[in-house]
């Protein structure tokens, strides 16, 4: 028995290190005297070393051992993570490598034995070969041939393909030309097989009749398949095993890219689908959106039913891939609201999905959110087929988000309803009407009534002759500010029907409101008690008080504008309070205009319309009747700027009608 034969080289993780580790393994066996060895040694040796360099990004170690017949070969690299759990994962995008995982089925196939270890001194994977012995009696019969293997850059260029990825039928095709070089064969074929049939995946060269290997594909079923290649060439078999066994590598590497893919484009699309849904806040809007969105992706039509507020199924929405099938498609649907109809039964089961049959031929899943139903969306089956699995497993996620989206704009509305509601309690319901006096009004909310604005106006008949006419601004929006809005309201209505003077009715309002210990709740207000006075013709006697709030423009007859009144305290803001009544009057032609700093302060960038644009916008509407009036301004306003209103409107005219 030979002594024990021993060697170890470290390389560095570089693309040189290979080529190095080849030709120290060749030196080292020449020097152990196993040449019979050597080429399958160096062929597994720079599989294993280039694992290392490329999927470790380390260098590595080898480590020898020979004791005359066998042979045991070990490669350590530094790598964090064991081979088999970083050969699934590529490389970085333009790295050069083989395709990953090809080393360990070369050291499968090879080697007597093999195996690995990771621990803290990194990742061992070691192989043993061993040498043919002689027989062990002359009269014996002689071992057969070794297989004539190809020298080991044949080898590798076998199963060795290009780092940019190719399509599957391109990459197995140029296996099967390079395997036919090798084995100097006239061609060869691949062939997948599934339920559905054979498909001839691969062809080469010319088929002969004589002589042919052929060589199952190890595939998942239930897809299988066969490598035939027609050659008599002496191991010709084994040749055609190990790329059977790289083809079916590459065969099962494109389906997980397929099906990485398809999840990728499932993901993309659940993702787009979601966004589109929550585009809008109405239930229309978002209700038609759903069906755009599944067809034809998941099926040829698809309708959606919303419960009404009897608790019955409405059809909401609809859409096919042919508009001429929309009628017949909208009669076959109608029966399956009824009580006794499969979409009524699937809410009242509460069960996950009901199948449609013929003629609609689809399936229908409930809407629902936190347990309570919303609808049903129904889908009709793509053409030729069912639906797959995946695809209902989309449809299930798709009316879950879709379920959600409704509901936010179902409750958003329900929102809005309220807070117009609430809005509308805080106007008048109508502008007295009186003989030679003229009232008009307008309110613009900022909001499209999700919120309750803080502006308020109010024209209040205090007597036969007698009007009081307010325009406010409450700080704040929502509930608290409509709460200030009631309060500011009610209270001078009731303070002023009561008689008390101008300047005690403020004084009471500010106190009630400090009460409130709210300071950021304080309002602005213009006020003026209108009086007609017994002339010929009609003028009015109006008291004004402004309390922190935009002084009115009185517009004259010829088109002159002056602003009156004398600004005093905000109310709600500061204990020490005051105010300061003046007097005027209103002749024939004149017409009263008050409004809130929404006018004054929209904008156009950093510019602001300003009481100098209000007083041309008045000018140029004189003469009009009060709603003309109003209406000018609110045209000059939305004319100077594109730019939505930052806060809400409310304007008021009083109006002398002029003579004739």
């Known amino acids: 028995m030979r002594p024990p034969f021993e060697r170890r080289a470290r390389f560095p993780g570089e693309a040189s290190a290979p080529s190095a580790a ?53 490669v350590t690299d530094q790598g964090s993570a064991p081979m088999e759990l970083r050969r699934s994962v590529p490389p970085a995008p333009g790295s050069r490598r083989a395709s990953h995982g090809r080393g360990l089925v070369l050291v499968d196939a090879v080697a007597a034995a093999w195996g690995s270890r990771h621990d803290s001194g990194g990742h061992h994977v070691w192989f043993t070969l061993r040498a043919t012995t002689p027989p062990p009696e002359p009269d014996a019969p002689a071992a057969p041939a070794p297989v004539a293997w190809p020298d080991p850059d044949t080898a590798r260029w076998l199963l060795h393909l290009p780092a940019p990825p190719s399509p599957l039928p391109v990459l197995v095709t140029e296996l099967l030309r390079r395997l036919c070089d090798v084995l100097d064969a006239p061609g060869g074929t691949v062939v997948l097989a599934d339920d559905n049939g054979e498909d001839l995946l691969a062809v080469y060269g010319e088929k002969a009749d004589e002589h042919t290997v052929t060589v199952p594909l190890a595939l998942e079923p239930p897809r299988s398949g066969r490598l035939t290649v027609h050659t008599d060439t002496a191991g010709a078999a084994e040749l055609a095993q190990l790329t059977a066994q790289r083809v079916t590598i590459a065969i099962e590497a494109d389906k997980q890219h397929s099906a990485d893919r398809e999840q990728w484009l499932w993901m993309s699309y659940l993702a787009e689908a979601t966004e589109m849904f929550g585009n809008s806040l109405d239930v229309r809007l ?267 423009a009185l517009v004259h007859e010829d088109g002159t504008v002056n602003y009156l009144g004398t600004h005093g305290s905000a109310v709600g803001l500061v204990r020490r309070f005051a105010v300061h009544p003046t007097r005027h009057v209103l002749l024939s032609g004149d ?70």
């Open 22 to 74: 080849r030709r120290f393994v060749r030196s080292a066996l020449a020097e152990a005297g196993l040449d019979e060895l050597a080429g399958d040694a160096v062929l597994l040796t720079s599989e294993l070393c280039e694992n290392a360099v490329l999927h470790a990004g380390t260098g590595f170690t080898i480590d020898l051992a020979a004791d005359g017949v066998e042979l045991t070969v070990a």
């Open 591 to 660: 017409t009263l205009v008050f409004y809130t700093d929404g006018v004054t302060e929209h904008r156009r960038g950093a510019e602001l319309f300003g009481p100098e644009r209000l007083a041309e916008a008045l000018r140029r509407a004189t003469p009009r009747t009060a709603d003309g009036v109003i209406a000018g301004v609110r045209q000059a306003v939305d004319d100077f700027s594109p730019e939505p209103h930052r806060d809400d409107i409310a304007i008021v005219a009083v109006q002398v009608p002029p003579q004739g």
């Open 286 to 552: 978002t209700a038609a959106i759903v069906p755009q969105v599944l067809v034809p992706r998941l099926g040829r039509w698809c309708a959606l039913h919303l419960l009404d507020d009897r608790g019955r199924l409405r059809l909401e929405a609809l859409t096919h891939v042919r508009e001429d099938d929309m009628g017949p498609l909208r009669e076959g649907l109608a029966p399956l609201t009824e009580p006794d109809g499969a979409l009524s039964v699937l809410l009242a089961d509460r069960t996950q999905a009901a199948g449609l049959g013929a003629p609609l031929d689809g399936v229908a899943v409930p809407l629902r959110v936190g347990g309570r139903a919303l609808g049903t969306v129904s889908v009709g089956r793509p053409a030729e087929r069912v639906h797959r699995p995946e695809e209902l497993l989309i449809l299930t996620e798709l009316a879950r988000r879709a379920a959600q989206s409704l509901d936010n704009a179902q409750r958003d509305s329900a929102h809005a309803a309220t807070s117009q509601a609430l809005q509308q309690a805080l106007l008048p319901r109508a502008l007295p009407v009186a003989d030679d006096v003229r009232f008009a009004a307008a309110y613009l909310p900022v909001s499209a009534g999700a919120d309750v604005g803080g502006d308020f106006y109010d024209v209040l008949a205090l007597g036969r002759d007698r009007w009081l006419a307010v325009v406010g601004d409450v700080c704040g929006k929502g509930p608290r500010a409509a709460a200030r809005t009631g309060l500011v309201r009610d209270v001078l209505r009731v303070l002023l029907r009561d008689g008390q003077p101008l300047n005690r009715t403020f004084e009471l309002l500010n106190e009630m409101m400090l009460e409130a210990g709210d300071p950021s709740q304080f309002a602005t207000v213009a006020l003026a008690v209108i009086t007609r006075q017994d002339t010929n013709p009609t003028s009015l006697a109006v008291e004004l008080v402004l309390a922190g709030h935009e002084q009115p």
